[in-house]
């Protein structure tokens, strides 16, 4: 089985580039690569010194106080104030700063990634002129990117970053099996898409199990089943199969079909599977799927059943992204219980929350706190820092951008949230948000991005 | 404080008296949180106690309750600085159950103020979901209580969250701004647990109501006054003799029949409520306007995104509202003002609210109540206020007394998300906080050590 790899992969694109543009500038590697490329240019001039901060880093690790340096939007330096003596803050000593915010021990964590959403492509307000989130004419548009349509303008995006989300993943819908490419974005306010776009973050495939594949094609040329469903896959992962290896022996060669470079991207590793599936025998059928075709799932979304996989899901390194307590709005959501993340955490697999929600989005910790809380009343003694877990760290694993967002490091983007009080309560709310080390939000001093679809009406 | 004890004398006697039908509850050692008045209304106590309740707060109470399922006899007294064991002793050989909240959060149950509780299985699936008529030829006759089961799994479900009481409402449907006539239920589960089947009507305005009545909003106003004007038309006291309800009949081309509107009767004369979902400013004035003509109309609105823009003359018209404290998106054009001041706003104007979660609200969702309450109060709610909001306030809407029917005791702040009920008494008798989901939970729970298949745990 392939794993994933990213950085070993970009470094082999780094080494093979020059060489393509020199001998062969027509490649599809190339051209795949400068397409809608990221213009995301955050201001990173101030230099910030939070001090005073209880820490949650995400990383799992206990709550510490201590005091974060921010420089070019990276975490510089963040340290522990058990580590010192006292009241002495070593990080003033080592900082340089432009901007020093006293925390004043509120909890301080990284910024929230939301790894299932459709703000943009099904964007407020809730009109058939704004359904661009999914191309529902044929059961395989893999050709199809999500950041196409995504409307920047779209007013959830302002409510998500009050609610601390950062960085969140823009998915196609799920009426077909393979709904096409999804798209990691900055919760940035920009005028562009491409402003949004997490620089370097591996594009997503989005697929599809079960129930709206099989309801919205039935009567419309298949599939009509789950057994159609599963053909429809296997069929295509054999063209994809065909196509990467005419891709890889023949490249000059082979004209572009963007339908299977998206399906052969990812049998080469390079794009992410994320596949919307809420039934526990369907992922154990699906990862057999992945086998046969030697490619990764690298999160089931919407896995209602997961609980009952977990162990499944562990062996398989594939993580599961859920709600707290949606379920049972159709028949393969029947079986949710308000446990299904901390078991699979429990479990050893990689667990996280997700909202699909524009709502939902806005209040992602209180998700994670009643999951925990449920958890822990069933027996289970889960730390709150590990619950965090589910919110930002596991959520950049599972979208390729660990490495630089997801807990509070030295070396990382400063994805910050300054929360009013403890966040596993209803009664906090972010009071600011950086996205890397830019104050975005700030919910006493007045600073917040305002849709221009706001203009104009009654709410300021 | 002998007057205090010669009261509460004789309500035992009264207890005593009724307590054939079902167990007595006493509950010691609480964190009682109720209203005002009816905290006051009930209280025993030999405590001088401050006349400012603004928290709504309340320590080391003792409650007594008899309780008469679905009676008006029902009793709920609060001690406070009477001793549990001086009332045990009073209490004598009376047939009672004594549960010790140690100290915990103890509440009336949550009412649900609008659901579709126990009307469909599958909210996806036709056949088992009964929340609409699409094809039906009737509306406001067909009651929602017909279409309740008790034993839905989502029953069990949602009681685990501490809602004790429910509306259940069908939705409009067909070519009618009319739903039907939606009912209240208690969640025990039993066969009979609906407590008023004719509990209100309910109505679509808005983008859901032109859908309905053929395209705009001229038409959808027009065919609920008509339905409203043919129902007092048809009450007696409206329509002098048979000829002018004749003439009256011709003249109104009404939408609904004359048959149904003789289930509006109760709502043009005010017994039951009025409930109409709209969301615009300017579609709220035309609502409140309705009581220029129909001046007995109890209209409570449902939805209400820009109520805040028009709180003061909602506020004048004893209007109420339905209002999800979670919407702040402009998720349609005719909720482009939706804000999370809108519960604040009200507040201060003075308008009679209850909270609902319509923006989580499915078949299972009235479990997160709690939450939607919990944030208002993180917007700058008091706390006390978006209590009352899931549970007096709606349930007094109803004529029912909540907190003499239904007592939770939970592990925490009702309002913060990680709490959760631990006991809770519907009409005295305990409930079982265990459902599908927590079946599934324990056979899948990684502590379980059972070596059998799941299938065999």
């Keep these: 089985m392939i794993t994933f790899n990213k950085i070993n992969l970009r470094n082999i694109l780094i080494l093979l580039s020059p060489i393509f543009i020199n001998a062969c500038s027509g490649s599809l590697d190339l051209k795949e690569s400068i397409a809608f490329e990221s213009t995301y240019a955050p201001d990173l001039s101030i230099t910030t010194l939070i001090t005073n901060a209880k820490i949650i880093d995400g990383t799992g690790a206990d709550t510490f106080n201590g005091s974060i340096c921010i420089d070019q939007g990276k975490i510089k330096k963040i340290l522990s104030n058990n580590i010192l003596n006292d009241k002495i803050e070593a990080v003033d000593i080592n900082c340089t700063y432009t901007n020093k915010i006293d925390a004043k021990n509120r909890f301080v964590t990284p910024g929230i990634i939301d790894v299932h959403s459709h703000l943009g492509n099904y964007p407020s307000p809730s009109i058939s002129a704004h359904n661009d989130g999914n191309e529902i004419t044929s059961p395989i548009t893999s050709e199809v990117y999500a950041e196409h349509g995504v409307w920047p303008q779209d007013p959830g995006f302002d409510e998500a970053l009050k609610g601390g989300v950062t960085t969140l993943h823009i998915l196609p819908g799920s009426a077909n099996l393979f709904g096409g490419r999804g798209v990691t974005l900055r919760n940035y306010p920009s005028r562009t898409v491409q402003g949004m776009k997490f620089p370097e973050a591996p594009y997503t495939l989005k697929m599809a199990c079960g129930e709206n594949p099989k309801r919205v094609y039935g009567e419309r040329g298949g599939p009509g089943s789950r057994m159609g469903n599963f053909a429809g896959y296997r069929q295509n992962w054999i063209r994809a199969q065909e196509y990467q290896e005419k891709r890889n022996s023949n490249r000059l060669n082979t004209s572009r079909d963007l339908q299977l470079e998206t399906l052969a991207d990812v049998l080469d590793g390079k794009i992410l599977v994320q596949m919307h599936c809420y039934r526990a025998d369907e992922m154990a059928q699906i990862l057999d799927l992945a086998k046969e075709f030697d490619y990764k799932v690298t999160t089931f979304h919407h896995a209602v059943e997961a609980y009952k996989i977990s162990d499944i899901l562990r062996e398989n390194d594939t993580c599961a992204a859920m709600w707290a307590d949606w379920y049972g709005f159709k028949m393969e959501s029947y079986d949710g219980i308000l446990e299904n993340i901390p078991f699979v955490h429990q479990a050893g697999a990689c667990a996280m929350i997700h909202s699909d929600s524009d709502s939902g989005i806005q209040r992602l910790n209180q998700e994670v706190a009643k999951s925990w809380a449920h958890g822990n009343r069933a027996g289970l003694n889960i730390k709150k820092e590990e619950a965090w877990t589910w919110l930002t760290s596991n959520p950049a694993k599972a979208l390729g951008i660990l490495d630089q967002t997801g807990t509070l490091e030295t070396g990382k983007r400063a994805d910050i949230i300054i929360w009013s009080a403890d966040p596993f309560t209803t009664y906090s709310r972010p009071e600011k948000v950086f996205l890397d080390g830019q104050l975005l939000y700030d919910k006493h001093n007045n600073i917040y991005p305002r849709s221009d679809f706001r203009l104009g009406y009654g709410v300021k | ?457």
Aim: aromatic content about 8%; overall charge negative; some cysteine.
């Design chain 2, 1 to 457: 404080m002998i007057r205090i004890f010669i009261y509460s004398f004789i309500i035992f006697i009264f207890l005593i008296n009724y307590s054939a039908y079902a167990k007595d509850l006493l509950i010691t050692n609480a964190k009682l949180v109720i209203d005002t008045k009816t905290f006051k209304e009930n209280l025993e106590s030999n405590e001088k106690l401050p006349t400012d309740y603004t928290n709504n707060i309340h320590e080391n109470i003792t409650i007594y309750q008899s309780v008469r399922a679905g009676s008006d006899k029902t009793i709920t007294v609060f001690f406070k600085g009477i001793e549990a064991d001086y009332i045990k002793e009073m209490l004598g050989d009376t047939d009672y159950v004594i549960k010790d909240a140690e100290g915990n959060w103890v509440t009336s149950g949550i009412f649900a103020p609008y659901s579709h509780l126990g009307m469909a299985d599958i909210g996806g699936e036709e056949l088992t979901n009964d929340i609409s008529s699409p094809g039906s030829s009737t509306t406001i006759s067909e009651k929602a209580s017909d279409s309740f089961n008790p034993q839905s799994v989502f029953v069990a479900n949602n009681r685990r969250h501490g809602v004790t009481h429910a509306v259940i409402s069908p939705t409009a449907a067909g070519n009618s701004v009319f739903a039907g006539t939606g009912s209240i239920v208690s969640l025990t589960g039993k066969y009979n647990s609906v407590i008023k089947e004719r509990a209100f009507v309910f109505a679509q305005l808005g983008e859901k109501g032109t859908q309905n009545s053929g395209g705009s909003r001229s038409a959808s106003l027009l065919q609920l006054k008509e339905g409203l004007n043919t129902a007092l038309c048809n009450d007696f006291r409206n329509c002098r003799n048979s000829l002018e309800r004749a003439i009256n009949n011709i003249n109104i081309n009404s939408s609904i029949s004359n048959s149904e509107s003789e289930y509006l009767i109760r709502v043009t004369r005010g017994n039951i409520p009025l409930i109409i979902s709209v969301e615009r400013a300017i579609d709220i004035i035309k609502v409140i306007n309705l009581k220029k003509t129909f001046k007995r109309l109890d209209i409570i609105i449902l939805g209400a995104s820009e109520a805040w823009k028009v709180a003061e003359q909602i506020a004048e018209n004893n209007i109420k509202v339905m209002i999800d404290p979670h919407n702040n998106l402009p998720s349609s054009f005719e909720t482009v003002d939706s804000s999370l001041k809108n519960i604040i706003i009200l507040d201060k104007a003075g308008v009679d609210y209850a909270i609902t979660n319509l923006s989580a609200l499915g078949l299972q969702g009235i479990g997160t109540l709690t939450q939607h309450a919990g944030n208002a109060v993180a917007n700058g709610l008091e706390w006390h206020k978006a209590f009352a909001a899931i549970t007096s306030t709606p349930a007094s809407w109803f004529n029912l007394s909540l907190i003499n029917n239904s007592l939770v005791i939970w592990d925490g702040d009702p309002l913060n998300i990680t709490s959760t009920p631990t006991s809770m008494f519907i009409d005295g008798q305990a409930q079982s906080l265990e459902s599908r989901q927590t079946l599934l939970r324990d056979r899948y729970n990684p502590v379980n050590e059972s070596e059998k298949e799941h299938k065999y745990r």
